[in-house]
């Protein structure tokens, strides 16, 4: 028996309410029509994002696997013997690039070890979206994820990274956006250093800015809780 193939699902980086089947491709709306194991981060959010792709869709004789942050290995492990009885397996994240700062890196990881067809699809990547508009450096860049939640240690993480040359890419939760903000502009040396955010990608309220230090700390910019990439460079 051949095995499946492990399919890497974009999912919409903006709000539900924005959705918009225009911004997905295609092909990747058949591919998940003929697919019946999903391994997601959440699988109320994804079935309602697959139904909106295709309201006929057979949910009900779907099978949908929990994978975030505190799934088991075992579940892997099950998702991984699906493919290698056959079944092609799709994997979404909350939203964006399943594998980017998201717990799909796991199966992506069992399923090299066991020869498997990974095939990664094109759609919205919150990352390379924000770093093609800021205007920053983009022949050399890195992704840090996500900076210390703790004040102190985000300051401290912010002060290392700045050391390093290139541009410098990195999310938060939402509700901590303006804090971190804050904290890039206090500590950034020096002033000329340019800070890029963009807000809600791909959404209604989308907005990028670029500026240097000196001048966000002149504008008095109060973050929305939409989510946020912060590049600084």
């Known amino acids: 028996m051949s095995k499946g193939i492990l ?3 974009p999912v919409p980086i903006h709000s539900e309410d924005d959705f918009d089947i225009k911004l997905i491709p295609p092909y990747i709306i058949e591919i998940i029509n003929s697919i019946k194991f999903f391994a997601v981060e959440n699988i109320r959010t994804s079935r309602r994002f697959i139904k909106k792709l295709n309201p006929k869709f057979d949910i009900d004789n779907t099978n949908f696997f929990i994978v975030d942050k505190r799934a088991d290995k075992e579940i892997i492990k099950e998702i991984i013997n699906h493919i290698l009885d056959g079944n092609n397996v799709g994997v979404m994240s909350e939203s964006g690039c399943p594998g980017i700062a998201d717990p799909g890196q796991e199966i992506c990881e069992l399923a090299h070890k066991n020869q498997i067809v990974i095939k990664p699809l ?4 919150s990352i390379i979206s924000a770093l093609m508009a800021s205007g920053l450096n983009g022949q050399e860049f890195k992704f840090h994820g996500y900076l210390p939640i703790e004040q102190n240690e985000r300051i401290k993480k912010i002060k290392i990274i700045q050391e390093t040359s290139g541009a410098h890419i990195f999310i938060e939760t939402p509700y901590r956006n303006q804090k971190v903000f804050e904290d890039l502009i206090k500590h950034l040396k020096p ?3 340019k ?7 791909t ?3 989308e907005k990028i800015i670029t500026k240097s230090v000196y001048e966000f700390s002149n504008s008095k910019i109060i973050l929305e809780k939409k989510p946020t990439i912060f590049i600084f460079e």
């Not at 094109?122 to 990547?125: E, K, Q």
């Open 7 to 9: 399919y890497l699902i």
């Open 122 to 125: 094109i759609g919205p990547t």
């Open 191 to 193: 002033q000329k250093r």
């Open 195 to 201: 800070i890029s955010i963009a807000i809600d990608l």
């Open 203 to 205: 959404g209604k309220k």
